[in-house]
């Protein structure tokens, strides 16, 4: 089956394959870094799409948690080994806008 029939996403921001291949590469699969997970990463395939993976898990007798995708040397390697940092995903702020209320103070008033 295709790529685009296999894969799916996480809700981030998929890398856009055209961009990142040159001449050798061409019909060949090459992997980038997920933008904010060190376990995951993406695989362009021969057809440029995007395909989300995860790298395999870490036994708990050995400290658990996950591989990291090496960027350099294209595979799931132990975390000591990778140069990556967990970051949130990036969004605009959610704050509502501020109101400041102008107190108003009544003018004294004289009886007459």
């Known amino acids: 089956l295709p790529s685009t029939l296999c894969c799916r996403g996480d ?7 055209e961009g990142f291949i040159n001449e050798e590469m061409a019909g060949q699969p090459f992997y980038l870094p997920h933008q904010n997970n060190c376990s ?12 989300l993976f995860e790298c395999p898990p870490i036994a708990e007798d050995v400290g658990g948690g996950s591989l990291y995708f090496n960027i350099d ?3 799931c390697d132990w975390p000591f ?3 990556c940092t967990m970051s949130a995903p990036t969004s605009a702020p959610t704050t509502p806008a ?8 009544a003018a004294p008033t004289t009886a007459a």
Request: hydrophobic share 35%; with cysteine.
């Open 11 to 17: 809700g981030s921001a998929e890398p856009l394959c």
């Open 40 to 51: 995951r990463y993406w695989m362009c395939g021969a057809d440029l799409m995007p395909c």
């Open 73 to 75: 040397l294209q595979i």
């Open 81 to 83: 080994n990778v140069e």
């Open 98 to 105: 501020s109101t400041t209320a102008t107190p108003t103070t």
